[in-house]
């Protein structure tokens, strides 16, 4: 893994948008894998600036993003695709149709994962994956004790990660208890992969990622196999590690 040093958030940011155009530019078609949470939203208002300055065009980027509640629809407020739509997609010259995000409101939600996956494999697979941690180390909807050959699939939110989401919802009740995720497989396919730490909180779960072990209790740790990730974290995301 190629570790890159960040001062802080902003850095972080920066550095990401940087490479992320610097592979959009590289490639013909681009197809991007996306996340949301907080960690890329600095790199979301990093690439708006920059398509805004003509400095880089989506026109031919295709997107793919890691996860979707089940429940809500995609203009629920918390939904991903509401997410997706309004910190990048809306202020960017990407064509919607080329944007693809599970639909956690399918009738039959085992199908729309086996459709997903398929258009995935389709588009050749992810030529850059955007990920971040969860504090377990799960990697999209990925919790500890996925299966590091999982494909596009339904999966039980941890307490744990409800509890890290239950900030953006009005009742504990309402934070969705399932998910569509794309799979440690599909994430292990991408050509490369840009994982963001940043903050205290995740200095715990990065020094397990860099000084662990290889498990499926702790899903970021396939990373390790992976032959082209780069791991762009602030100082204070890396003060734990050794
Ligand atoms: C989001 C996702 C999650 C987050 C992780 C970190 O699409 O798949 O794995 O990347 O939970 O979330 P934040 O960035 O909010 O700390």
């Known amino acids: 893994m190629n570790i890159i040093s960040a001062k802080d958030y902003q850095d972080i940011s920066l550095k990401a948008s940087e490479f992320v155009i610097q592979t959009i530019k590289e490639l013909d078609k681009p197809v991007l894998g996306l996340a949301t949470g907080s960690t890329p939203e600095g790199l979301y208002k990093c690439l708006i600036d920059r398509n805004n300055e003509k400095q880089v065009s989506f026109q031919e980027v295709t997107t793919f993003n890691l ?4 429940g809500l629809t995609a203009n629920h407020p918390n939904s991903y695709r509401y997410y997706m739509n309004e910190k990048l997609f809306q202020h960017i010259d990407i064509s919607i149709e080329n944007t693809h995000i599970p639909n956690g409101s399918a009738k039959d939600l085992e199908k729309e994962c086996v459709a997903y996956e398929e258009l995935i494999q389709q588009h050749n697979c992810i030529d850059l994956q955007i990920l971040g941690i969860g504090h377990n180390g799960h990697i999209g909807f990925n919790e500890p004790g996925t299966s590091f050959t999982t494909r596009t699939h339904l999966v039980e939110l941890a307490e744990t990660t409800r509890k890290a989401n239950a900030r953006f919802f009005n009742s504990w009740e309402e934070v969705p208890s399932q998910a569509i995720t794309t799979g440690i497989g599909t994430i292990m396919d991408s050509k490369q992969i840009l994982l963001l730490v940043s903050g205290e909180d995740k200095a715990e779960a990065l020094n397990r990622l860099l000084d662990g072990e290889i498990s499926e209790e702790f899903p970021a740790s396939v990373l390790k196999e992976h032959p082209n990730v780069t791991v762009i974290a602030d100082e ?7």
């Not at 996860?67 to 089940?70: C, F, I, P």
């Not at 204070?236 to 050794?242: E, G, H, R, Y």
């Open 67 to 70: 996860d979707e509640y089940v």
């Open 236 to 242: 204070a995301a890396l003060s734990k590690v050794q």
